[in-house]
């Protein structure tokens, strides 16, 4: 087999995790590469995103801020450059707080700062597996337009969201089946813009409890948040005013399109925002496409789930047009090019993130970054899109949790790690949102560097992670100072 190039770290998948990974494992002096299977960089970020709430939940309850790094440094880029809202003012940013960003404009950002970090990339080219010596990973397998060569590395931090390369490897992995529990659906989300904004503020200023809607169990902090978002639709004056309330669920408008068939029944037709240039805000639903039981694990699964996902966004397309206020305009700017997968592998590690290291805001000697997000629920095709899961609380003393290094090292398999979504949690902990992505990508690719360097194995470097903490502080992580 070719070999295309020798690296200290070879990194598979380019989303938020991998990115991440590439610019800390670069910045920690290694020679990186990062291989991904598109010509574009970010996936659910981007390609298959733009999320509605990406460059949120960075603070706790208390309003200490507790994550910190790629993540801020991003959202301070674009910010600067007129490509992303500013976070919300200080008195704001506890636990739910929302931050949007253009996602073209961070696609162009990451390319930048691929080239200012020297981080080699391999685009266009599909990881298939790894060259493997007993349980040592030696390099990642490829293939692509060239034909199929070998990457060696001293590190592979694998981060293409679903583990297929951990899978591989031989790395143990948990996933829900099927037969037992509804997977967490995936979608297709799009944007519109062209609407009248102003007639749609003017319902939400007539029917705000049409719009904020009690989605779990009416916990204190949820039944504050819904009458502050009452009051924010009832005083909205223009778009802008509606941004910080983050998701409009329109239950009331998804019940009526519903009972006059003009709609389906597998997600609700609210939507975020998603900021454009020159101050422009366009619609972004994320939740009006939902495939109810697609394994994305199961090609068949996942080429049916393409087809009945555009199913459904042509129905919620019309549907928004017909019944949202000031929507009769809107048309459709942005349709994402892949389903974006909420829920498939986690790899399982040295340590597995349980639910009680969560609400009992566990802190780790082996800390590498920190979240403070509890969702309370899981997403299910539904109208109601989010299902209450029981035993889920807040965070002990409004504190945060500590991710710890463990958590990336996979078992039996030696010099690799893992990073993003797929890190070992138990399910109903599952880390599947962009900032803790962001934050494990970080903690992997300086650890690589690290490992690279000294000639250990990812495993071996449990043993001491003073250097590994001590760069990320350095790279700008919050590890320690908070609750
Ligand atoms: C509908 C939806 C809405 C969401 N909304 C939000 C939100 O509002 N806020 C939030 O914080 N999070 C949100 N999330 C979650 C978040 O977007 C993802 O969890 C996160 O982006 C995953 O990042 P990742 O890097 O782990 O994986 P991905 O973004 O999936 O990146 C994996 C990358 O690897 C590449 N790849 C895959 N296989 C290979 C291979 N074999 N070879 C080479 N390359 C490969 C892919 O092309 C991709 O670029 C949402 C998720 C969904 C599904």
Known sequence: MEIYGEYDVVIAGGGTAGVSAAIASARAGARTILIERFGVLGGQMNVSGPPGFAYCHLWNKRGEQCLAGIIEETHHRLEKDGHALPYPPPEERRGRAFAFVDPDWWGLMIFEMMTENKVDLLLHSLAVGVLKEGDA??????????GRQVVLGKVIIECTGEGDIAARAGAPYEQVSKDEFE????SISFTMDGMDWNKFIKYANENPEDIMVVRRRGEASELQAVKKGIERLKNARNVMDLVPIGALALRAITEKAL?????????????????????KIQAIFQHSSQVYQCDATDVRDLTAGEVEARRQVVIALKAARKYIPGFD??????????????ETRRIMGDYKLAMEDVYGGKKFKDVIGKSVMTMGSHHTATIHTLAFVPGRTEIKDGGSFDLPYRMLVPQKVENMLVAGKMVSTERD?????????????????????ICARKGITPRQLEKDVKELQD????????LSGTH
């Not at 009972?259 to 101050?279: I, K, M, S, V, W």
């Not at 902990?429 to 903690?443: D, H, K, N, V």
């Open 259 to 279: 009972a006059n068939g003009d709609y389906h029944q597998y997600g609700d037709l609210g939507f975020f925002f998603t900021p454009r240039e020159g101050g």
């Open 471 to 478: 760069t990320l502080v350095k790279q700008g992580a919050i």
């Open 429 to 449: 902990c599952y880390l599947r949102f962009l900032p803790e992505t962001m934050e494990t990508g970080q903690a992997a690719g300086v650890a690589a560097a």
């Open 183 to 186: 997977i967490e659906p995936p």
């Open 329 to 342: 305009t809107a048309y459709l700017t942005r349709i994402t090019s892949y389903l974006r997968i909420r």
């Open 137 to 146: 990973v030696r390099g990642g397998i490829v293939e692509n337009t060239s």
